[in-house]
């Protein structure tokens, strides 16, 4: 779509996605230059995000691997509500609704926290998942799995709702007294196992002393790290392995990296987990016959939206949906029961589900559900403070649209 033929609620629109879209580190955030220029105005904000990439597309959670999850799942996402800077407290209600809505969406898309009240229709292998990790940490196992499913089907999410959860536990609980480390792989990031193992090194925060051994080697740092590992025991801190892309490592030569690991669960050197993620089904005719013996080949399968057009027209309530707990971040109590009436009212509405039926019959992926969700959910303003089922089959027939007609209008 050409700058010249945006009108001035897209410009409005885009600009603010664009600046929620990203972390305030990123370096494709806007907060990240606001040193440099603190005065930009949404127009710039659309000049950068024309260059920026797509965010119409739905944003693989490959892409996002290497950051760790935020903690806890709505506790967090009240505490970066209210940690704002004092320019939010000047902000109307369905500004604020806006915000929680479109800070929820683009987290959920790409995979980074668990910001939905329960994992529907997932329940089985978050159990599975949670359990495993839950007891590397409390009782010092040693465990190895594959989370298998398509992509989109909530298998970053299921991780980093269990480490939420286990995070919960090990601080509050009595359940687990021990603390642990959680290292993230991604198979697109980490292309060789030594780019691997230097990163594992960053994250448990021995880097520094990697660098003064004077390492040159991969062999070199490999015997560095085992050596770590063998000191420890059942009392050791836990160390959580998270190998996004898994099925990538696998083509590595020699597959070194994925054997010691798998070598270290086995021995039960050190209390250690190895979680891959990946969505292929024949991921284990990858490995290696030595690297295959010292797999526990546990698999966790993951479905996507196994349960139907009732499990993701639940997922997309709960998306739109402001919980309880964060009814004083709104701050009007009677806006916050209006906008959950509304809500509830799109849902009663035919041609609303029919999008939504539409969309899960294009391709069940719940980032297409989230693409169309943007557009309606950024335009809530003090004009606009409700949703209603028209704007969303708006922003589907536009979602629909041929690019080349539009332009030529």
Known sequence: MAKQNLDKDDIEVLGFVYANAFPTSHPCSPQYHDAADSNQTWESAVDMAMTAPSLSQPVPSSLTAGAPPAKGSL??????????????????????????????????????????????????????????????????????????????????????????????????????????????????????????????????????????LNIRSFSDAMLYILEIFKRGNRQTTSVLFILDEFDLFAQHPKQTLLYTLFDIAQSQQSPIAVVGLTPRLDVLDLLE???????????????????????YLEIARQLLTIPDELREVVGDDGYFARFNESVEEMFQDTAFVNVLSSIFNLGKDIRYMIRVFMLPVAKLCKTKPLLDARSFVDAYTRQREDGKVAISR
């Open 75 to 212: 506790r967090s996402e009240r505490r970066r509500m209210t940690r704002g800077n004092s320019s939010r407290q000047n902000l109307s209600a369905p500004q604020i609704t806006r915000n929680i809505l479109m800070q929820r969406m683009t987290s959920v898309s790409n995979g980074l926290s668990p910001s939905l009240r329960a994992l529907v229709g997932l329940d089985e292998p978050y159990q599975k998942v949670y359990d495993l990790l839950h007891r590397t940490v409390t009782n010092g196992e040693s465990n190895s799995a594959l989370v298998i499913g398509p992509r989109g089907s909530g298998k970053s999410s299921i991780i980093s709702t269990a480490l939420a959860e286990l995070a919960t536990v090990t601080s509050h609980g009595q359940q687990a007294a021990k603390t642990h480390f959680t290292v993230y792989l991604n198979g697109h990031i980490h292309t060789t196992d030594y780019l691997a193992l230097r990163d594992i090194a960053r994250q448990l925060s021995i880097e520094q002393n990697t660098d003064e």
């Open 289 to 311: 016959k030595r690297v295959k013996s010292r797999f526990s080949h546990r698999q966790i399968y993951v479905n996507l939206v196994g349960g139907g057009v009732q499990q």
